[in-house]
T-cell receptor, first 112, second 113 residues
Framework: QKEVEQNSGPLSVPEGAIASLNCTYS??????FFWYRQYSGKSPELIMS????GDKEDGRFTAQLNKASQYVSLLIRDSQPSDSATYLC????????????FGKGTKLTVNP | GAGVSQSPRYKVAKRGQDVALRCDPI?????LFWYQQALGQGPEFLTY????????KSGLPSDRFFAERPEGSVSTLKIQRTQQEDSAVYLC???????????FGPGTRLLVL
């Protein structure tokens, strides 16, 4: 089992809809979780970080963390074509130095 | 302030050549990370420095890969005797003391022919 798993997609939503991206992780002790957005040919850009169970909102983005279920998600409200990108879930593992362990990414397309 | 910078942005090497990739982290960031990203995959950890100390090199795929950060700022990732499977984007990231958020540079796209 990979340490961080994401549905690779692609995920396609119409403009204005809610896009839901999901991620599960294997290390029950993990404490730090990140969502990065990566446009084609570009480097990852931080969207959200979350450390506590529950929801964290920033503009149109909401990260949700459930440590008991080892599950973290990202919701994008009012999706825009400019949100079309690959979304990477990343986790800092317990005892794994400070390195990020990434999922494979979910490719999101928002259709005008 | 300036972000993480990397050079060169693109590198084409013939199989067997040695290459050196440079990373200039955000000023004051003590931690520096190298990742390798193959096409269609998420970044994979290679190695990690705290100041000049290489604290984790568990992700380096072979002894052909070597990284250094002699003065605790700029880092160089060296790949000796490049192979086609080394073709990937090499990403550098840094973060500050007590901060886990890593900021990525633009990457170096390496193509080994």
């Amino acid at each position: 089992q990979k340490e961080v798993e994401q549905n690779s997609g692609p995920l396609s939503v119409p403009e204005g809809a809610i896009a839901s991206l999901n991620c599960t992780y294997s290390d029950r002790g993990s404490q730090s979780f990140f969502w990065y957005r990566q446009y084609s040919g570009k480097s990852p850009e931080l969207i959200m970080s979350i450390y506590s169970n529950g929801d964290k909102e920033d503009g149109r983005f909401t990260a949700q963390l459930n440590k008991a279920s080892q599950y973290v998600s990202l919701l994008i409200r009012d999706s825009q074509p400019s949100d079309s990108a690959t979304y990477l879930c990343a986790v800092v593992l317990v005892g794994g130095s400070e390195k990020l362990v990434f999922g494979k990414g979910t490719k999101l397309t928002v259709n005008p | 302030g300036a972000g993480v910078s990397q050079s060169p942005r693109y590198k084409v090497a013939k199989r067997g050549q040695d290459v050196a990739l440079r990373c200039d982290p955000i000023s004051g960031h003590v931690s520096l990370f190298w990742y390798q990203q193959a096409l269609g995959q998420g970044p994979e950890f290679l190695t990690y420095f705290q100041n000049e100390a290489q604290l984790d090199k568990s992700g380096l795929p072979s002894d052909r890969f070597f990284a250094e950060r002699p003065e605790g700022s700029v880092s160089t990732l060296k790949i000796q005797r490049t192979q086609q499977e080394d073709s990937a984007v090499y990403l550098c990231a840094s973060n500050g003391v007590g901060r886990e958020t890593q900021y990525f540079g633009p990457g170096t796209r390496l193509l080994v022919l």
